[in-house]
Each structure stands twice: as structure tokens, then as C-alpha cells.
């Protein structure tokens, strides 16, 4: 039996949701996620990743999610607005099986294989004119 740990390693901002707004003096995009419908933030205030340019890059390097064999997790990424609901910006399953872990598309989000350092890439694009890349690694430990 197996046991994974999901890393969160980086963010990097494409195309900012509120990029128009920002060169207009706005905040730019605040984001987060959600792993199972719990928020995951920084530890410090302001408690978002601040994104007020595209190519912009947070690192992060967080464990974000740990099971066993056959586990599964709800990852979703969010740009938080101050005076109206969150927006999603695309959710993705994890799913633990057979000592791999496999990353499931679901709407606003596309996973898009293994960089060569061999952490899993998936864009975010779940609102018009707005586009995340964030990578995740994954450490798989067999129980002795």
C-alpha cells in the first residue's frame, strides 16, 4: 500500500482576469484554491497570491493533499473579488491508483503532462481572458 503527498510547487499568471482593470488603477487578480472545498492560502497576510502582470510567478511549494491508494481530491483554483462572489477558475480531480497519481480534466482546466523536472502542469482558463499554469509534484512513499 501506498501513500501520496500532492505538492503545490508554483502559480504563474498568463492572462490576468482583471488586467484591463488593473492598468486602470485596480488590484490586479488575487488568487487561491480549494482542495475538497477547503481554502488553501498563504500563511501570512493578505492571504492571496497577488498577480498584477502576466508571466508573473508565485512559488509556493505547499502539500496540499496526502491519502492513500485510491484517494481522491477536488482541486480548484479561484480569483477572489472584493465585492462579488469568487470566481473559479477551473477545477481538476486527483486521483491515487495503482502507485501513480492521475490528474483529471474537468471544465476550465487542462492538464497538460510533465516538465522536466516532473511536476504535473494544468492551465486554468475558466473565465474569459484569463489563464493560471500552476504545476504540482507529487512523492509517493511505500509503507514498510
Not at 505538492?7 to 475538497?36: F, M, P, Q
Not at 502576466?54 to 481530491?73: L, M
Not at 465585492?83 to 473559479?88: I, N, V
Request: a negative charge; hydrophobic letters at 35%; aromatic letters at 12%.
Amino acid at each position: 500500500m501506498s501513500n501520496y503527498e500532492i505538492v503545490l510547487v508554483d502559480i504563474t499568471a498568463r492572462e490576468l482576469s482583471e488586467d484591463a482593470w488593473y492598468k486602470l488603477g485596480g488590484r490586479g487578480d488575487e488568487i487561491y484554491a480549494k482542495v475538497n472545498g477547503e481554502d488553501i492560502r498563504p500563511l501570512n497576510a493578505p492571504f492571496f497570491w497577488k498577480f498584477d502582470a502576466p508571466d508573473k510567478s508565485e512559488k509556493i511549494t505547499r502539500e496540499i493533499f496526502t491519502g492513500d491508494e485510491g484517494s481522491e481530491a477536488s482541486f480548484c483554483l479561484m480569483e477572489q473579488d472584493k465585492l462579488s462572489a469568487h470566481d473559479a477558475l477551473g477545477t481538476i480531480r486527483i486521483k491515487t491508483e495503482n502507485g501513480k497519481v492521475e490528474l483529471i480534466e474537468t471544465a476550465g482546466a487542462s492538464y497538460k503532462g510533465k516538465d522536466g523536472e516532473c511536476c504535473h502542469i494544468v492551465d486554468f482558463y475558466g473565465l474569459p481572458h484569463c489563464k493560471y499554469e500552476v504545476r504540482f509534484c507529487v512523492k509517493c512513499f511505500e509503507r514498510i
